[in-house]
Each structure stands twice: as C-alpha cells, then as structure tokens.
C-alpha cells in the first residue's frame, strides 16, 4: 500500500511513544480499520459512548488487540480521524490487499457501529455505502450485511 494510508502510518508513527513504534508497525492496518468505523460513528455529528464502545469491541474481537493496548490505539485512531481523511483514497487503497471476506466483514462492523446507538441514522447509512462501493462491494452484498446487522440489533428492516 502506499500514498495516504503511508501518510497515515509516518503520521501515526511520528506521534506515538518511541516505545510503541514497533508494535504500531504491526497493527497500522487495524488502527486505519477503526479510523473508518470512527468515521461512520462521526457521521451523524453524534459521537455517542455506544459507538465508541462498539469500535473498542469490534477492535478487541476482530482485530485481537489486547485491552492495555486499547487506549494507544483509540487514541491514534481519534487523532487520525480528526484530520478528516480522505475517504475515496483512504478506503480505495485499504481495500487493495482486502479479499471478498474481509470486505464484507468491516462493512458488517461498520453497520455494528452505526446501529449500536439503536438508530441507523442516513448520513452514518451513506458513509457505508460509499465505503461499500469503495471495496468494489455489489449492492446486494451492501443491503445483506445491512439486514443481518439490523436484525442481531433487533431494529427494523422493512423499508431498509
């Protein structure tokens, strides 16, 4: 990978500890997966603890990262968002070394997100469908992860 998510990484590196370089090394793509699923909870302009809680789990689940190490790694992934990324190059180039699989299951975590404040608000809606199309994912594969996360949180499909 290269361009943006490069930046992303000096930025990220230049910004940590001394300490923590090595190993911000060896999770640089998981903390540029929660920088898209803080985008999406930033979406509606209501950064809710629900959200926040839901990025900490899918991290902690999906990516392994151990709790002591989760404060460092929110706290890159917030000052990463802050810089308001580029989403277009910041998902395009994200993606290149993605298989079908993984696609298909950060756009199911960025849903997580979305729906754990219980609301799956149209701005939060239209960030995933663009990351959606960004992963070269088809619409169906958009509107199934969407129903299979609107169920487990019990949220309404009809009409989706």
């Not at 990262?65 to 706290?75: A, K, L, R, T």
């Not at 701005?123 to 995933?128: D, Y």
């Amino acid at each position: 990978m290269s361009g943006l998510l490069d930046e992303f990484r000096q930025k990220v590196l230049s910004s940590s500890r001394k300490e923590k370089q090595d190993e911000v090394k060896t999770i640089d793509d998981k903390i540029a997966l929660g920088v898209l699923l803080w985008v999406v909870a930033e979406a509606d302009e209501k950064f809710l603890p629900e959200e926040e809680e839901k990025i900490k789990e899918v991290l902690s689940s999906y990516c392994k990262i151990p709790e002591g190490d989760m404060p460092y790694i929110i706290g890159s992934i917030e000052e990463a968002a802050k810089q308001r990324i580029d989403l277009y190059r910041f998902a395009h180039e994200l993606s290149e070394d993605l298989d079908y699989e993984a696609k298909v299951s950060i756009l199911e975590n960025l849903f997580r997100v979305a729906c754990s404040d219980k609301d799956l608000d149209y701005k939060e809606h239209e960030v995933i469908r663009k990351v959606s199309k960004l992963f070269e994912l088809s619409h169906r594969d958009f509107i199934q992860a969407k129903i299979k996360v609107k169920r487990e949180f019990n949220l309404n499909i009809a009409g989706l």
